[in-house]
């Protein structure tokens, strides 16, 4: 693992992200090593000759500016690391950009895949309409440490548990959800009684990571090879939308509210979760747009 510290003029970034106005990356690059990460294209940028997963830069930045232009505004932690990745108990990047925010009117929303964010608690539940996420789309632990090298599935359910508890707004991700391989019924019926919000997220393969993918599909799930060639080779959405129709009925039976991604930040939060349909990029790259 390649570690290195480096200087940044503004940690926070104006984004067009339909979630946030702010999003906030303490860290570049990530120890999870998600074989599936979005995020890889970052080296395209950053010219690092590691593996995807084998390097962080650690960011250091001078103090918030004008901490008052941030009232009523939103910071979306993180859009293309976890900001509480291992790295984050030694160096507490995160930490101290909440504690530089806090106060300020901000609000946070936070995905990760690590129970070490239980350590900041307190600190989140500071601040105003609060928001965390865990990223959660299996409940086989085998097939996750195939996926990634983040804290386990339990961890992540114990952390979103003690998080909503606490009275603070939870979401589990369950993304991406792997076509044939992702029981994502089962994984609503696993977290209902701990969180606020469902939302759902598509495998998109492109990039360096598309090949890996595939590949792995193959060796470990040869049956599967069909549907994943009618998906990503023929571009089919007949599987997405009979799961579209699955977790609409679902719901329906479950008396859950079921709306669509650029409807769910007005989606309220209840005794039971959204659902939130969230599965097409393209449409989230459009909404992002506008």
């Known amino acids: 693992m390649v570690i290195r510290e ?15 106005d702010f999003a906030v990356n303490p860290y570049v690059g990530c120890t999870h090593a998600c074989r599936y990460c979005y995020a890889s294209f970052m080296k395209r940028f950053t010219n690092h ?11 250091n930045w001078p103090a918030v500016n004008k901490p008052g232009q ?5 910071a979306f932690f993180c859009s293309v690391t976890d900001p509480y990745q291992p790295l984050e108990k030694k160096y507490g990047r995160t930490r101290a950009l909440l504690e530089q925010l806090q106060n300020t009117g901000i ?12 350590r900041d608690l307190d600190l989140i539940r500071s ?6 996420a865990w990223s959660i789309n299996t409940l086989d632990e085998d097939f996750r440490k195939e996926m990634d090298r983040a804290a386990s599935i339990e961890r992540r359910l114990n952390a979103m548990k003690q998080f909503y508890d606490a009275g603070i707004q939870t979401t589990c991700f369950i993304s991406p959800i792997f076509p044939g391989i992702t029981d994502v019924i089962s994984i609503i019926e696993r977290v209902k009684g701990q969180c606020n919000q469902v939302w759902l997220e598509n495998l998109n393969l492109r990039g360096s990571y598309r090949k890996a993918i595939l590949e792995w599909i193959h060796e470990h799930h040869p049956e599967l090879d069909d549907l994943y060639h009618e998906i990503y080779a023929k571009k089919s959405r007949e599987y997405w939308s009979k799961l579209d129709e699955e977790i609409r009925t679902y719901a329906r039976k479950e008396g859950m509210l079921y709306v669509r991604d650029d409807d769910q930040h007005r989606a309220p939060f209840g005794e039971k979760p959204v659902l939130c349909n969230y599965f097409y990029h393209e449409e989230v790259r459009k909404s992002a747009k506008k």
Do not use: C, H
Not at 107 to 118: G, P, Q, V
Not at 127 to 132: E, G, K, R
């Open 127 to 132: 601040f105003p309409a609060s928001q965390v």
């Open 6 to 20: 480096i200087e940044t003029k503004d940690i926070m970034t104006k984004t067009n992200l339909p979630v946030s």
């Open 70 to 74: 941030y009232a009523g505004k939103e």
């Open 107 to 118: 609000r946070i929303k936070i995905s990760t895949k690590s129970d070490l964010i239980l």
């Open 49 to 59: 000759p590691e593996p995807w997963g084998e390097f962080v830069d650690v960011k």
